[in-house]
């Protein structure tokens, strides 16, 4: 069976002033072996030039959606609600895939029905223009590490639609809440071995004006929804 | 072991009252917890520069009970605070007086029970992985040791 060569591939793409890496984001997106069936970039009210960098792509797979800003998890969820596909990617704006990501993972979701969420290793690396200003002042993951981050997931519509929407009130950790719900519904995961994309560190990722406090939210929420259902369930 | 003072291991270590629940999260381990009322009370005051038996003793009065029938049990969950390195110890003189430490809880508190917390490694993998990307002025991406 080639799901690979029939499920439908959305990849949904936020970004919020991004201008300097956006293009190169939608680029390794557009170079995939296994090219996505639409590219959905979501502007969350960026006032740099990032939208007229997104469309200069004109692509027929690819569009612009527009917000006010609301946040990474909000932005994700608008371009989740327009994603037609069978196969829902998310790529961070800062971020680069590997011209297989969409081809490797396809293949693995087409071979392992039972499988609901792929992901693969990355890399990080220092953003050119400050690499030399940053080396030797940050610790970041040049040996490829699991990446259970969004730019490295591919899952199922059906499993997304089950996990249900990004918790919009975190500015920080969304995804780590979204993966603890899919965790607690038993969704069967699987890493690959192979470098899906390449996380950049530059200096400058999004700068928190909440502090990491969003992260404890992110787990009493986590807690609370546990408990709750083991109440339930008891 | 009395007279020691720690301050939280920042900023790999935050924490925050959350509805009444004190949960604390270790970016260096991926680990997070959560206190229980009396453990709460402890990590306030040794927290905001307390010495571990300045602490009991605080501890003690909140929760109405004999300061030296508890003395061992708030040290030995001080000690647990260390292991899990959530708290570094620091000299006495490089604190100043303690702050008046808020009470980790709001209104009545539970009865007295040993303190204690829930540790959870299942978000290990995630939180790792999260911060080093997403935060920059509070600390990320981490500064080489």
Redesign the interface.
């Given at each position: 069976m080639a799901l690979a060569s029939r499920a439908r591939v959305s990849v949904v793409l936020p970004v919020f002033n991004r201008a300097a890496y956006v293009g190169e984001a939608i680029e390794s997106v557009l170079a995939q072996t296994l090219p996505p069936d639409e590219l959905i970039v979501v502007d969350d009210g960026s006032t740099d030039d990032s939208v007229a960098i997104a469309e200069a792509f004109s692509r027929p797979s690819l569009r612009v959606l527009r917000q006010e800003n609301a946040g990474i998890g909000a932005a994700r969820n608008r371009g989740l609600a327009a994603a037609t596909g069978d196969l829902i990617a998310f790529i961070?704006s800062d971020d680069v895939w590997e011209r297989d990501k969409l081809e490797l993972e396809a293949r693995a979701m087409s071979a392992r029905e039972e499988v609901d969420l792929v992901f693969g290793h990355l890399v990080?690396f220092l953003s050119p223009e400050r690499e030399e200003e940053l080396a030797?002042?940050?610790?970041?993951a040049a040996d490829p590490?699991?990446?259970?981050?969004a730019s490295t997931l591919l899952a199922r519509r059906g499993a997304v639609e089950r996990i249900g929407p990004f918790d919009e009130h975190l500015r920080?950790?969304e995804?780590?809440e979204w993966?603890?719900r899919a965790?607690d519904l038993g969704l069967v995961r699987l890493v690959l071995p192979d470098v899906v994309a390449r996380?950049r560190?530059h200096?400058?990722?999004?700068?928190?004006t909440r502090?990491?406090?969003d992260?404890?939210?992110a787990?009493?929420s986590?807690?609370d929804r546990r408990r709750a259902r083991a109440a339930h369930a008891g | 072991m009395e007279g020691d003072r720690y301050c939280v291991n920042a900023p790999s270590v935050?924490?925050?009252v959350?509805?009444g629940?004190t949960?604390v999260?270790n970016?260096e381990s991926g680990h997070?917890y959560?206190f229980n009322p009396t453990a709460s009370e402890i990590w306030t005051r040794v927290c905001a520069g307390s010495s571990v038996a300045a602490a009991a003793e605080q501890v003690a009065q909140r929760f109405a009970v004999d300061p030296a029938t508890i003395a061992s049990e708030v040290a030995a969950f001080v000690g647990r605070l260390e292991e899990e390195r959530l708290i570094c110890r620091v000299a006495a003189d490089a604190v100043g007086a303690p702050e008046a430490a808020a009470t980790a809880c709001d209104g009545t508190l539970a009865a007295f029970s040993s303190p204690d917390f829930e540790k959870f490694t299942?978000?290990e993998?995630?939180?790792l992985?999260?911060?080093?990307?997403?935060?920059?002025?509070?600390?990320?991406?981490?500064?080489?040791a």
């Open positions: 961070d990080e030797g002042s940050l610790r970041f590490v699991p990446g259970l981050i920080v950790g995804f780590v993966m603890a965790r996380r560190i200096g400058q990722n999004t700068v928190l502090g990491s406090s992260y404890l939210r787990i009493k986590t807690l | 935050i924490s925050e959350i509805d629940e949960i999260l970016f997070y959560s299942d978000m993998e995630l939180l992985l999260d911060p080093i990307h997403e935060v920059a002025d509070s600390g990320w991406p981490r500064k080489l």
